[in-house]
C-alpha cells in the first residue's frame, strides 16, 4: 500500500478542491474564502455557483464568474433557461434586483439552458438594468400576493368558470377593488377584493345565465364595477345595494362621478362576489396561518319597489380553506421589509396550496345551475317574508 505524507495529502487535497470549485456545488451557509498559502490572498473561483430558496435539485440559478480570477472582473450571469428576455424579466424583477443587491452586480442575462456544468458561453449575455424602486414592507407582500392571487385564480381558466357560473371574477389587480385599509405586515396579512355585476332586469338576468351556460354570445350590457367605501374603518361605508336605489343625483362637477354612488339605471338584480386572505404569524410557536374565503351575495328588488328589500344582499356560497404552515428561521434569520414572510418557503408553499385547492374546488364544486335557480325566481314568487 502506497503511504502518502501528509504534506502531500494536503496539496493533494487542496488541488481537488480548486478543481471542484470550478464545478456546481449545493451552497451551504457561508462559504469560507480560499486563501493563497503562498501569498496568502484569497483565491477567487473562476465559477461559483447558486441556488434559489427551495431549489433542492443539483441545478444552480445563477453563477458569478470570474475567468481571470481577478478582484472586480465578476460577472453574475443568469441563464434564460430557454425563456424569452421580456418573459423572464417581467416574471423575475423582483428577484433580479435583489441578487443584483446582494452581489453588488447587474445581473446579465444569458440565453443558455440551466445546467450542472458551470455556462461555456463566449458571449456574457444581455445586461440586465435593475428597476432602481425600493418597495416598503407592505408593497412587497401586496406585490407577491397579487402575483399569486392572479396565478391560479386570475388566470383564463378560472376566470371563465367563474363567469359560466355567473360569479363576478377575482380582480387583485385592479386597486379600485381592493382594500387599501388590511394590515400588512410580516404578522399579519389582511388581503380584499370585490366586484358587482348588476343587471337591469330580472329578464335580463336570466338571459345572461342561460347564455353563459349554453356558450351563446352575450349582450355586454350588464355592469361590473367596485364600489367605493367598503371597507375603511374611519367613515361610514355604503350600503352595498347603493347602485340598487332609485334616487340618482347627478354628477359631480369636478370629475364627473355619480353623486353618492348612485347609479343612473334602474338596476334590480346584483351579485356581489368577495375573495379574501388572511395571514397570522404564531411567532413564539413557529407556525404561520392562512385563511382564503370566498363569497357571494345576491339581490334583486322586489316588484314596483325602489330599493333591495333591507338594503342588504343575501348570502349565498361561502367556501373557507385553512392551511397551517411550521417553519424554522436559521441562525440569524429574521422577517424584516428585506425577506418577508412570504420569502419563507413554507410559508409561501402553504399559501399556494390553499389557492390552487379554492381554485380547483371553483372548477368542480360550484355549478353553473346554481345560478339558475336564482335567474328563474319569479317575482310574483318573491315576498317580504322569503326575501328576509
Not at 440569524?332 to 410559508?347: A, P, Q
Amino acid at each position: 500500500m502506497k503511504v502518502i505524507k501528509v504534506k502531500n495529502l494536503k496539496k493533494l487535497v487542496e488541488e481537488i478542491s480548486s478543481d471542484y470549485m470550478e464545478m456546481a456545488y449545493q451552497a451551504k451557509g457561508v462559504q469560507k474564502a480560499k486563501i493563497d498559502p503562498k501569498t496568502g490572498e484569497e483565491i477567487i473561483p473562476k465559477y461559483k455557483p447558486y441556488w434559489k430558496e427551495g431549489n433542492d435539485t443539483p441545478v444552480p440559478d445563477y453563477w458569478i464568474i470570474n475567468k481571470n480570477q481577478v478582484k472586480g472582473e465578476e460577472v453574475l450571469l443568469v441563464p434564460l433557461d430557454c425563456y424569452e428576455y421580456e418573459q423572464f424579466v417581467n416574471e423575475n424583477r423582483e428577484w433580479l434586483d435583489q441578487i443584483g443587491a446582494l452581489h453588488n452586480l447587474n445581473p446579465s442575462l444569458n440565453p443558455c439552458k440551466r445546467t450542472k456544468e458551470h455556462p461555456r458561453n463566449k458571449k456574457v449575455g444581455t445586461t440586465y438594468v435593475p428597476s432602481g424602486e425600493k418597495y416598503s414592507l407592505q408593497e412587497k407582500l401586496k406585490r407577491d400576493l397579487h402575483d399569486l392571487v392572479e396565478r391560479y385564480l386570475g388566470n383564463e381558466e378560472v376566470s371563465k368558470r367563474l363567469e359560466k357560473c355567473s360569479i363576478p371574477e377575482i380582480k387583485s389587480r385592479d386597486r379600485k377593488h381592493l382594500n387599501r385599509y388590511g394590515k400588512m405586515d410580516n404578522t399579519s396579512i389582511e388581503y380584499n377584493t370585490h366586484t358587482f355585476n348588476s343587471y337591469t332586469s330580472s329578464k335580463q338576468f336570466l338571459q345572461f345565465v342561460t347564455a353563459r351556460i349554453t356558450g351563446k354570445p352575450l349582450d355586454p350590457q350588464f355592469k361590473s364595477y367596485h364600489l367605493a367605501r367598503q371597507f375603511n374603518d374611519i367613515y361610514r361605508n355604503w350600503s352595498e345595494t347603493k347602485k340598487n336605489d332609485v334616487q340618482y343625483v347627478g354628477k359631480t362637477e369636478a370629475y364627473m362621478l355619480d353623486r353618492f354612488g348612485f347609479d343612473p339605471d334602474n338596476l334590480d338584480v346584483t351579485v356581489r362576489s368577495d375573495f379574501s386572505i388572511k395571514g397570522e404569524n404564531d411567532a413564539q410557536n413557529k407556525v404561520y396561518k392562512w385563511t382564503i374565503t370566498l363569497t357571494t351575495k345576491f339581490g334583486r328588488k322586489l316588484k314596483e319597489e325602489s330599493a333591495i328589500a333591507g338594503r342588504k344582499l343575501n348570502p349565498d356560497i361561502n367556501i373557507v380553506i385553512q392551511k397551517e404552515a411550521q417553519y424554522e428561521l436559521e441562525e440569524n434569520e429574521v422577517f424584516n421589509e428585506m425577506r418577508t414572510v412570504l420569502d419563507k418557503l413554507e410559508i409561501k408553499q402553504a399559501l399556494i396550496e390553499a389557492l390552487s385547492e379554492l381554485a380547483d374546488k371553483i372548477m368542480t364544486e360550484i355549478k353553473p345551475v346554481q345560478a339558475l335557480k336564482l335567474a328563474n325566481v319569479q317575482n310574483y314568487d318573491i315576498t317580504k317574508k322569503n326575501v328576509e
